[in-house]
């Protein structure tokens, strides 16, 4: 494994394990490795390629809110309406479809559409001065309406040509992985190298400090609700391609995985903690669950009190370790 | 800046407003509901003496099963002189509580009588109280409620539609030369709903009963979501690879993802797959093999008989307090 950790200021050599356990993902990892390791031994299916695609098929769509996701709240903002956002631009671009729109151009359509949708709450956010709960929550619940109002809460087929590529792999893996890929080096790159990266963790840290060294606060709140609106609306084109309709009901309640996966992956809530490879880990964490648990044969009401027990113990290992650290 | 105020001014007024005029409309129905049954009963009968008022409410406006239940109702309004027809219900069928909300609000807009398909279960008991008080006849459709108040129930007798549902995957099997062994898993829609419980006893009975060399899983539930369905049917087809040799999807949605993963999958052959109901999707997986059986209830007739039952009693004729609406078990030679 690369570690890419610098060695610290002191200029002291530190031990490969050392620098290793520095890194704030390090107990992720362990968890990962751990779970990955336990499950492969007790049903060797788990780690053949076949279960390995299913896995990573499953989770590409909360994986993609989930990066989006991780920029707002590294802001210590939220973003309650991604789930409502993903079935607006699935179904928008299905109904274009339906109505005879060429695919590219309706799937385009849908995705500026989607990301208008944050840009619109990141503004009312800065200027309307509503707190991001409040203002996504009413989203949320805005922008199902929507959905419900255009499709009559009535599913909407494509062409059967959209589904295939839910079933195109190259190299054997899935082309939606591909695409959850893509975002997630996007975010990185945005994250590390970006002056945009660096405002997103200056304003969670101190919005105030922020703004009085010279960082535009409503600029950069705008392009976060903008890019968590987009990274939902890509998804909804996902989930489109892979429920060959415009669903109405699409995504209802992955606002609250892609938050779960985001804060198992390191991210707080009060803002400035958080890391795009910890949410990645975190979400495939999660999704290790229910799927291994379903190869286990595990009853599925199991399942979901191991995913909140997760929630709450990631969370408490981590500030524990931390503390221990300092 | 001042601009986005306005428009956030603007959406919130927008929302007062539409907050005033329902919490204005109930205010004028409520004291209709807290006055003496007897009055309100008076009150209910000069509606029936213009057109009949029936109130339609359906479990989720989103699934192909419930929009024909519907349109069955709407059949008999439009075939029946004085009789209305309204038809509402939540976007998903695992909105209980949405469903129960609704009800409320319905039974305050009085109608002359509902016809209910719920899955608020014993939620639904109080609330039909107080549709009986106000004279509101209740005919509940699909799934049956513990209610003293309704007068009458159309449904499809569920156990016995998963028992037909078990033999004939076990017909299909036989007849094509696939031994009667290995696992079978049941993909269900939401868990603790009646209709469900009693779709997936029948099955899990018969089959032990006619196919004792097969094990069947316990019922996997996927709240109802497509995207969940497929999932889940990825994983079930992974875990146990050749010794899945058959799949029942007790309704449309799990039909549709079962469906759609086993095609992906490319297990036809090997995966015999038995669902409920016959949205889009089912009859074309249906019509390519997928799907071998489709369990198919007689959703239309449930509406329109349910209606007519409903139009019945405010006319204060005698119902049937009980109707099995039927099902066809149907295969792809049958289209």
């Given amino acids: ?267 707080s809530l009060s803002g400035a903690v958080g890391s795009v490879f910890g949410t990645v880990i975190g979400t495939v964490i999660i999704a290790m669950i229910s799927n291994g648990g379903q190869l286990l044969g595990i009853n599925s009401f199991i399942l979901d009190i191991a995913v909140g027990a997760l929630i709450v113990i990631a969370v408490f290992i981590d500030k524990k370790s931390k503390k221990g650290g300092r | 800046m001042k601009k986005f105020l306005a428009i956030a001014l603007t959406m919130s007024m927008i929302g007062a407003l539409a907050g005033c005029s329902s919490s204005s409309s109930s205010e004028a129905a409520a004291p209709a509901a807290d006055d003496s049954a007897a009055e309100v009963v008076e009150e209910a009968a000069p509606a029936a003496e213009g057109d009949i008022e029936i109130a339609v409410l359906i479990k989720g406006t989103d699934s192909a099963f419930w929009q024909n239940v519907g349109k069955g109702a709407e059949a008999y309004a439009a075939e029946t002189d004085g009789v209305n027809v309204t038809v509402q219900g939540p976007a998903s069928e695992a909105d209980i509580e949405d469903s129960l909300t609704l009800l409320e609000n319905v039974i305050l807009s009085g109608p002359d009588a509902i016809v209910l398909g719920s899955n608020a279960d014993a939620g639904a008991t109080a609330v039909l109280a107080d549709a009986a008080a106000a004279g509101i006849y209740v005919v509940t459709v699909d799934t049956a409620l513990p209610s003293e108040d309704v007068s009458s129930h159309l449904a499809t007798d569920n156990y016995a539609g998963g028992e037909l549902a078990a033999e004939a995957m076990v017909q299909y099997m036989s007849e094509n030369g696939i031994a009667l062994e290995g696992t079978v898993a049941i993909v269900a829609a939401v868990a603790g709903v009646q209709t469900i419980i009693d779709r997936d006893g029948g099955f899990i009975d018969k089959l032990a009963e006619i196919a004792p060399g097969m094990s069947c899983l316990d019922p996997i539930y996927v709240d109802n979501e497509i995207d969940t369905a497929m999932t889940t049917t990825e994983n079930l087809i992974t875990a146990h690879g050749s010794a899945l040799v058959g799949i029942y999807a007790d309704n449309n949605h799990t039909g549709d993802g079962v469906a759609r993963a086993v095609e992906q999958a490319g297990k036809q052959d090997a995966i015999t797959v038995v669902a409920f109901d016959d949205d889009e999707e089912e009859l074309i997986a249906l019509a390519n093999g997928v799907i071998k059986t489709l369990i198919i209830q007689d959703q239309h007739n449930m509406g329109y008989l349910g209606a007519e039952y409903a139009a019945k009693l405010v006319k204060g004729e005698s119902v049937e307090s009980y109707v099995d609406t039927g099902v066809q078990v149907t295969w792809a030679a049958d289209l």
């Fill in chain 1, 1 to 267: 494994m690369k570690t890419k950790t610098k060695t610290p200021n002191d200029g002291t050599q530190m031990s490969t394990f050392k620098r290793l356990r520095s890194m704030p993902e390090f107990n992720l990892v362990l968890i990962w490795l751990v779970f990955t390791i336990a499950l492969s031994v007790i049903n060797p299916t788990f780690i053949s390629a076949g279960n390995v695609t299913n896995l990573l098929r499953s989770t590409a769509i909360v994986g993609i809110l989930a990066i989006g996701m991780t920029f707002v709240i590294i802001t210590g903002g939220i973003d309650l309406s991604v789930g409502s956002t993903l079935a607006f631009s699935g179904m928008l671009a299905a109904i274009l479809m339906d109505g005879g729109m060429g695919v590219a151009p309706a799937i385009i359509i849908g995705v500026v559409a989607g990301t208008l949708v944050g840009v619109i709450q990141g503004l009312i956010i800065h200027y309307g001065n509503v707190p991001a709960f409040i203002a996504t929550l009413g989203g949320m619940a805005i922008i199902r309406g929507v959905v419900m109002l255009m499709s009559n809460a009535n599913k909407v087929l494509v062409p059967s040509s959209v589904g295939q590529f839910a079933v195109l792999k190259l190299f054997g893996i899935p082309a939606m992985v591909y695409v959850w890929l893509v975002i997630v080096v996007v975010g990185i790159v945005i994250a590390k190298y970006t002056i945009f990266g660096r405002n997103v963790y200056a304003i969670g840290s101190d919005q105030e400090a922020a703004r009085l060294s010279g960082i535009k606060i409503s600029k950069n709140i705008c392009y976060v609700y903008a890019f968590s609106a987009f990274c939902a609306s890509v998804a909804g084109i996902l989930m489109l391609t892979r429920l060959g309709s415009g669903t109405p009901t699409a995504g209802t309640s992955y606002e609250m995985d892609a938050v779960a996966a985001a804060v198992v992956g390191g991210a």
